[in-house]
């Protein structure tokens, strides 16, 4: 039993190390590159308006359900790869993280005068001083003392000492942050995939809705379909009422908008819990439901307000009203104004953002008892006057007429984005700390005058012998090389 469990264990130590390779991670990574072709070429679920069942042929269709073309990204074989490249990361991080650490977090060691000589003679700076053991001391962690290196005296005689000190040592370690990084991004990502919805909704101007047209869903996300809706209807749970639409158009460009933003109200239980205005990139969240700005449309209606005044007295006698194209509006009984005493009632039939040049205008209709009275009239906003020409007891001025829009709302819950933007923050601040930030270490020693500088690097030593060079002119600025030694070549500190 005892040879069994060791031969398991003994096969799984050689898995876990064969995860471990490099060669997995480039394989992972061309396979993801590879399969991620179905997801830019055949039409996908979530994202098309257009079902693949009636884009493509029944037998590719069949197959491409099989083997989840149309959800290529939350397909199986694209979330197995990107599990093992996860357990890819984890296998390589822990084989290699204790070397990683101990070179990191190394404590200094004195280095002998034949350590000194075995360095490169380009990274390595001899010469004769006669400043003596303890200003040369003094000088040299002057010199070196900064916030991002602390010397340390690693050893100390009556006529000798050696100090060292070392820069960017967590650049050894940098790629773990990477590795990190990435896990909690895939963390984020599988969250979202399980919780998170993504859906639209469009609310004409004035009107509530409280289910919303379904996009992708998470098998976790507690949506509940509507009891007599469409199959991918969701029920939002409380109401969203678009009380109001504004757009802004560019003076030079009439149809671009320039900005355009919704005034809504959310109401659960018949109360009202939520108000604001939203715009694109500034949403509104309520519960788990987020609501962006995506869109909008024309309706093909306007909102007319106008006022009704009384010819023989219009300053004191008018009454004010408001309606919508092909919906009657009718003055209050205090002010009978039609020729048989009755209140009058009118319906907008037309509306224009610029009738001819004169601005906005609207074109009325008298009714009564759901028939027309007279001929119809158009009345212009810039002209408040226009209307009193008209043979009728009473005049009607223009107020405002407003074009009436829909409002296109993107609905979703993202619950893994502060996780996998945390992750993102973590892969850049990795990423250019161990592309950029290299272990450097510096050793100066000095003995009875004689004085030894070298430095080493873990990579990328292109260019370090000129930084070294440096060092050494300024050490030699305070210790003064004795004539017949060899200086070193002269610069300035980095």
């Known amino acids: 039993m005892g040879n069994v469990q060791s031969a398991f264990w003994e096969r799984v130590d ?5 995860l471990a390779s490099v060669k997995i991670t480039f394989v992972v990574f061309f396979g993801l590159l590879l399969l991620s072709i179905p997801g830019t070429v055949i039409l996908q679920y979530n994202i098309s308006s257009v079902d693949p069942g009636v884009q493509y042929q029944y037998d590719f269709w069949r197959f491409g359900q099989i083997f989840q073309l149309f959800t290529s990204y939350h397909s199986f074989w694209y979330v197995g790869l990107i599990a093992i490249l996860a357990i890819n990361l984890i296998a390589c991080s822990e084989q290699r993280w204790p070397q990683m650490w101990r070179l990191a977090s190394a404590k200094p060691v004195a ?11 380009d990274l390595r700076h001899t010469w004769q001083t006669q400043v003596g053991k303890d200003e040369a001391l003094r000088s040299v962690l002057a010199a070196v003392r900064s916030p991002l290196a ?16 070392q820069t960017g040592r967590w650049s050894r370690i940098a790629n773990y942050l990477v590795h990190t990084s990435l896990l909690v991004i895939f963390a984020g990502a599988i969250l979202s995939s399980l919780y998170g919805f993504e859906g639209a909704a469009n609310i004409p101007e004035g009107q509530a809705v409280d289910t919303f047209l379904l996009f992708k869903e998470g098998k976790a996300s507690g949506l509940e379909p509507t009891p007599e809706g ?8 409380f109401r969203v009422e678009a009380e109001r639409f504004d757009v802004k158009f560019y003076p030079d460009f009439p149809g671009r908008p320039a900005d355009f933003v919704s005034k809504l109200n959310l109401y659960e239980n018949g109360e009202l819990v939520k108000s604001g205005e939203i715009r694109v990139n500034t949403p509104m969240t309520y519960k788990n439901f987020t609501f962006y700005q995506a869109s909008y449309g024309r309706m093909g209606d306007y909102k007319v307000k106008l006022r009704l005044l009384d010819r023989r ?4 006698r008018q009454a004010s009203l408001e309606g919508r194209l092909g919906v009657a509006v009718t003055a209050p009984d205090t002010l009978t104004l039609s020729k048989d005493k009755s209140p009058v009632k009118l319906v907008a039939l037309q509306a224009a953002d610029n009738l001819q040049g004169l601005g906005p205008g609207v074109l009325f209709q008298e009714v ?19 209307d009193f020409r008209r043979d009728a007891p009473y005049a009607v001025v223009v107020d405002e007429v407003r074009e009436v829009f829909f409002t296109g709302l993107q609905v979703g819950n993202d619950p893994g984005a502060p996780i996998y933007w945390f992750g993102c923050v973590g892969l850049l601040l990795g990423t250019f700390y161990a592309l950029f930030v290299t272990h450097k270490k510096y050793h100066l020693r000095y003995e009875r005058g004689q004085v030894d500088f070298a430095a080493t690097i873990h990579r990328l ?4 012998e000129k930084r070294v060079a440096r060092w050494a002119q300024t050490f030699q600025n305070f210790l003064k090389p004795t004539p017949g030694s060899i200086p070193a070549p002269s610069g300035e500190n980095a």
């Open 14 to 18: 050689r898995l876990w190390v064969a």
């Open 111 to 121: 280095w002998a005068r034949e350590t000194f000589l075995q360095q490169a003679s």
């Open 150 to 165: 602390k010397p340390v005296v690693v050893e100390e005689g009556p006529d000798s000492f050696q100090v060292f000190w």
């Open 230 to 237: 469409l199959l991918n209807e969701r029920l939002i749970g």
């Open 313 to 316: 007295d219009p300053l004191n």
């Open 368 to 386: 009564k008892d759901d028939r027309p009275v007279g001929e119809a009239f158009w009345v212009l906003q810039r002209f408040p006057q226009f």
């Open 461 to 464: 030593p292109m260019g370090f």
